[in-house]
């Protein structure tokens, strides 16, 4: 019960708080958000674990299953994340990870997913392995959104867990829809984790800067709170537009970390969820 009411009550504040933002978003491929009309196949959503408020309160019914701890420090923000309209899968690299990874798998038959990759004991900023095993085994594409508030306040936890001040500027950074070539041995996870992790940092980093700088930016779009109006047919279509990870960091100025990156082989270079 005190869980419960507890939920309630995080649940209204959430919505309450979060709704006096300026939510505005720089897409590298504006059809990677899942209320797009021209949004097409299963994604892998990872952001870092301090931002979780921002896609929680704008993203929920989009039919995206979130991986939570299955720690007890989880189990209020496991009831949040329902009442917001988010599925939820519980496990972690730590435990019950193999367990999770598979219930992730059946989801993505038909949801899109979204991990916290440094959750839920950090480091900080650290991305686990997780979420490139299971886009090269399912062959779904990673987006890296790079989230940040103008002058948020922020916990004494492990992740700096940040709040927003109301009525302040909150900004994302998204990538392009990242192809994670299947098959990889352990080194080509380990090569594209740190990539993806250099890739998800940058945009972090580029999000916060924008959100306290204020400036405007070409082609940014403002966001609102709403579902996804896309239909089953939709989620299960072939992934388009997706990159390689190489491409997605040359884009963004970061050529000297993609030399290590092995080549997707020619049949790998559009693959489907």
Known sequence: MAIGATSLLATAVIR?????????????????????????????????????????????HCRIAMLLSRHDDANILDRVARMNGFGV??????NGGSVALRQLAGRAREENLTITPDGPRGPRRRL??????????????????????????????????????????????????????????????????????????????????????????????????????????MRTAPSTGSVSLEDELRRLGLESETEDLPAPAADQERPAA
């Not at 209320?35 to 704008?58: A, M, Q, S």
């Not at 380990?190 to 070409?218: C, N």
Request: proline share 7%; aromatic share 10%.
């Open 128 to 233: 686990a392995a997780g979420c490139v095993f299971l886009a090269s085994t399912l062959g779904i594409p990673i987006v890296a959104m790079g989230l940040g508030y103008e002058r948020p306040w922020r916990f004494d936890t492990w992740d700096r867990f940040a709040v927003p001040r109301p009525w302040q500027r909150a900004r994302g950074v998204v990538s392009r829809a990242v192809f994670v070539p299947s098959g990889l041995d352990r080194e080509g996870i380990e090569v594209h984790r740190q990539g993806i992790e250099k890739l998800l940092e940058h945009l972090s980093v580029d999000a916060e800067q924008w959100a306290r700088s204020g400036e405007r930016r070409p082609g940014e779009r403002r966001l609102r709170k709403q579902p996804a109006r896309s239909t089953r047919a």
């Open 89 to 94: 899968v519980r496990g972690s690299t730590f």
């Open 16 to 60: 309450q708080w979060m709704a006096t933002l300026d939510y505005r978003a720089d897409f590298g491929d504006p059809t990677v958000d899942p209320v797009h009309p021209d949004c097409r196949g299963t994604k892998i959503y990872v952001f870092w674990h301090e931002n979780i408020l921002l896609p929680l309160h704008l993203r929920g």
